[in-house]
């Protein structure tokens, strides 16, 4: 059977078997790779949206060494975790470097100018495909698209984007290990779920492989991912 009709998460955010009360680890789900137990983040980023964004106007730090921190992180432990699906860093080490710049020139572009963000891939972004983490649908589709209008005003506003988060299949259900999709893990803890179904972006916080990402909540996609990793969810 699949993950989807196996298992159930419990308060804590362990996986549970419908066949049992046990806590399911990730590690015993079908089609996952062993992982340590003990696995967690041995330095969790520090930053927030409004430290980074005063340390890039006092010039203590620049848009290019925040975002080149949060890469590293990402190529460290992106494997382990299952954040993104798509990272476009070549596009945000453009963007940085643009930011920089236009800070350097007295353009502001708001709170969010400079800041490494990520966004969810069930949104269109018209520099990287966008999947809904399904393969019903063709990768161009988002690309043909263009940016949703969350993405359009991020860009506006002078947001780095790193990359596109992993989710569940149109937002709905759980991991399914038979596709070729990451498998989201707890940056505090890998034998634990981040929650759903903005896993990725909460994830990708917590880790510290964005100071921000977008979300999307109907039944508590945005919430459960913000409570289980220890973030703020809007």
């Not at 860009?155 to 070729?180: C, Q, S, Y």
Request: net charge negative; hydrophobic share 40%.
């Amino acid at each position: 059977r699949r993950a989807a009709d196996r298992c159930r998460v419990d308060g804590d955010g362990r996986l549970m078997s419908d066949l049992t009360t046990e806590p399911m680890p990730m590690s015993e789900q079908p089609g996952s790779a062993p992982v340590d137990a003990s696995m967690m983040l041995p330095q969790v980023h520090e930053w927030t949206i409004s430290s980074a964004g005063e340390a890039l106007r006092n010039g203590s730090i620049t848009s290019v060494e925040l975002l080149q921190q949060c890469l590293a992180l990402a190529d460290a432990y992106d494997d382990t975790f299952g954040v993104f699906i798509t990272r476009t860093t070549e596009a945000a080490l453009e963007r940085a470097a643009a930011a920089d710049a236009e800070l350097a020139d007295g353009i502001d572009r708001g709170p969010l100018h400079g800041i490494p963000l990520a966004v969810k891939d069930i949104l269109s972004t018209a520099d990287a495909p966008t999947t809904a983490q399904s393969l019903i649908l063709d990768p161009q589709w988002g690309v043909d698209q263009g940016d949703a209008e969350v993405v359009s005003r991020l860009r506006a506003g002078g947001a780095v984007l790193v990359g596109k988060t992993a989710t569940l299949e149109f937002a709905i259900g759980f991991a399914d290990p038979e596709k070729p999709f990451p498998i989201h893990r707890n940056p505090w803890n890998a034998e634990r779920w981040p929650g759903g179904s903005s896993a990725g972006s909460g994830a990708g916080v917590a880790a510290g492989m964005c100071l921000g990402a977008i979300g999307t909540d109907t039944g508590g996609s945005i919430r459960i991912p913000a409570a289980f990793c220890g973030i703020s969810g809007l």
